[in-house]
């Protein structure tokens, strides 16, 4: 049964990964008359929103209990609250460390949804906009990838690497919608300069997730361990050698 999920889920999210790419490259290679013709902003957000509803139903189709809906949304809540204090500082904080290792210990469905909740609740501070979208999709896939990575002793640097790679990948999802949106003509020339115009602040953003992993990771996930025993998650998939990492 355990498989069954396993392999379900990642193929749940890969079809969202290559729908999503999918709809990028259409907008770069696109016609010239084609491009003219249709709001590449309004599509990227579209798409985006019903990628992000079909998690939302896959969530609501799954036997999810009290204990379980108030422990996302207790993650959820602790993850944005965590990012507001290091709004001043770009891109530095540790809602992505959270969403992290909540998706690695509680699973992909668990660690999309704190991943929504973080831009959700957060941004009721910080601000709404357009970029919501992409951020919960963002935040989401950095919760839900983390629960399908196949578990190592070695667990921790694992987590540091995607950690460092996908501060990346989580700028270039927001910076989608600023260059479907705001920036003509849409060419890979200028896909990729809007990339590169975010590269400092991505990279003070894949930095902060390593540091915070190789600083906070093994006592954090021991204590989620702890949680995940506490509330049976039935769902989760914990390594016995993550288990025997943490006992001590």
Known sequence: MNNCLKNRSRLYFLVILLTAAATIMVAIYAASWLGRSMNWG???????GLLIL??????E???INSREIALISMMGTLSAVSRIPFAPIP????????IMCTGYVFGPLAGFMTGAMTAI??????????????QIFGWGLAGAIPGMIPRTRAYIWVLAGFGLVWGYFYGAIVNTWFWASLIYPLTWQTFLISMLNSVWFDTMHAAANVIFV???GKRTIA????????????SGR???????NNAG
């Open 42 to 48: 309004l599509v990227a957000m579209v798409v985006t």
């Open 223 to 234: 204590i989620m361990l702890k949680w995940h025993q506490r509330f049976f998650w039935q």
């Open 61 to 63: 189709s799954h036997k």
């Open 54 to 59: 079909a998690v939302f139903y896959e969530f």
């Open 238 to 244: 914990v390594p016995e050698s993550t288990v025997d």
């Open 91 to 98: 891109n530095v904080q540790p809602a992505t460390f959270i």
């Open 214 to 216: 190789l600083m906070l």
């Open 121 to 134: 609740i957060s941004n009721l501070f910080l601000g709404h906009g357009p970029w919501t979208l992409f």
